[in-house]
């Protein structure tokens, strides 16, 4: 009983794997940022400058600024037909169209039901996965009806980071880190090990730590470090396996091989 115990112990966290994941410089540009956030496979590149958020492709550079809210606090560009930025201070979210035109604005204040927001990412149709400071659970809530469409069981430690998908929502706490799947049940839970944020590249994750990036396997549940040269690293974003990391001054594009 004790060898079987033993065995679902070591079963129930990733390993780390021997070989590094090559990543292989593509590009390198200049980018005058206060925060990147992303760039997609057409060449849409997402930044926050002097509380704007901006997108520029192909010389044309648009932004949406709206100053009355305060400072952005993060911007989800995963869905890029609507974009959500989160303002915290006032407790609000932005939903942007692809040419970032306002199409809904979320005051979590004035809903009868009211919700304290620290963390706010994308889901999937007119939805958007929020923490609940108060209750310290993850909902999927609906802007549309105004309604949550699920909770998720309450943590018990400090969030870190949140991103997503379509079909997952990972959650970054100071003790673990949580994926859950769109009806807010746990898919499965790793002790957090030094991660201070996470990115979302399909099922699987990039992770920062204070030695660099790391790739988690979803299919063998193993932990991956991505071989890179010593560099700061400011913000990074992960599609298609482009891995782009920012440094303050340039912005990197690493193809990985994961395979």
């Not at 009806?183 to 994750?205: C, H, P, R, T």
């Not at 010593?230 to 395979?259: A, E, G, P, W």
Request: hydrophobic residues 40%; contains cysteine.
């Amino acid at each position: 009983m004790k060898a079987i115990l033993i065995l679902f112990c070591i079963l129930s966290f990733p390993l780390y794997a021997q070989d590094a994941i090559s990543a292989t410089l593509v590009q390198k540009d200049s980018l005058d940022a206060d925060q990147f956030i992303s760039k997609n496979n057409f060449e849409s590149l997402y930044y926050i400058k002097d509380n704007s958020f901006i997108k520029s492709q192909d010389g044309n550079t648009i932004n949406y600024s709206n100053f009355q809210l305060g400072k952005i606090t993060t911007a989800h560009t995963f869905n890029p037909l609507k974009i959500n930025v989160f303002y915290a201070d006032l407790n609000t979210v932005i939903i942007l169209d692809n040419r970032l035109a306002e199409v809904s604005k979320i005051d979590f204040n004035a809903l009868q039901d009211y919700k304290n927001v620290s963390h706010v990412t994308t889901g999937f149709d007119n939805t958007v996965w929020l923490f609940n400071q108060d209750f310290q659970y993850l909902e999927l809530y609906d802007y549309k009806t105004q309604t949550t469409r699920y909770k998720t069981i309450p943590v018990a430690s400090k969030v870190l980071d949140i991103t997503s998908n379509y079909n997952y929502c990972w959650l970054l706490t100071e003790n673990n880190l949580y994926c859950y799947n769109y009806f807010g049940s746990v898919v499965y839970k790793i002790k957090n090990d030094g991660y201070s944020s996470i990115k979302a590249s399909n099922k699987n994750l990039i992770i920062k730590n204070q030695n660099g990036l790391i790739f988690y396997n979803h299919k063998t549940k193993t932990l991956i470090p991505i071989k890179l040269p010593n560099m700061l690293i400011s913000q990074f974003f992960v599609t298609n396996q482009i891995l782009y990391i920012y440094n303050r001054k340039l912005l990197f594009q690493y193809q990985l091989k994961t395979d």
